[in-house]
């Protein structure tokens, strides 16, 4: 019974974070300052071109911002000079990349 009471908020913690799309510990989450990042087509041609690299598990974009939010799968090795690297190729100035390991969970679900 004990057993039971100390895997139930863990076994909740997966369901939720299964049906609201969060990413679980062990990812890391890369914020990204970008210029130049002005509409849409912007938004999906990051978008695109980061999902496709290895080791993303979700992107995130807020044009108001000139924020990218990457958070990379659990146990993938990524770092911030081929992140910057990859915007840059693009077309985009990379003005700063903030890392922070994900402790918990990190909601990667994106806004209705």
């Known amino acids: 019974m004990v057993i ?7 076994i909740a913690l997966g369901l939720v974070s299964f049906c609201q799309g ?9 914020r990204i300052s970008v210029n130049g990042m002005v509409c849409s087509f912007c938004a999906q041609g ?9 080791g ?23 770092d911030a000079a081929t992140l910057k ?8 100035d990379v003005r700063r990349i903030d890392r922070a390991a994900v402790a918990g969970a990190v909601n990667t679900a994106k806004p209705n």
């Open 22 to 30: 969060v990413a679980l510990a062990g990812s890391s989450l890369y």
């Open 4 to 10: 039971v009471q100390r895997l139930l908020p863990l």
């Open 46 to 54: 990051i978008e695109k071109r980061l999902k496709a690299m290895p």
């Open 56 to 78: 993303i598990e979700a992107v995130h974009i807020d044009l108001s911002k000139g924020m990218v939010e990457v958070t990379a799968r659990s146990g993938a090795s990524l």
């Open 85 to 92: 690297h990859a915007l840059r190729d693009a077309g985009y």
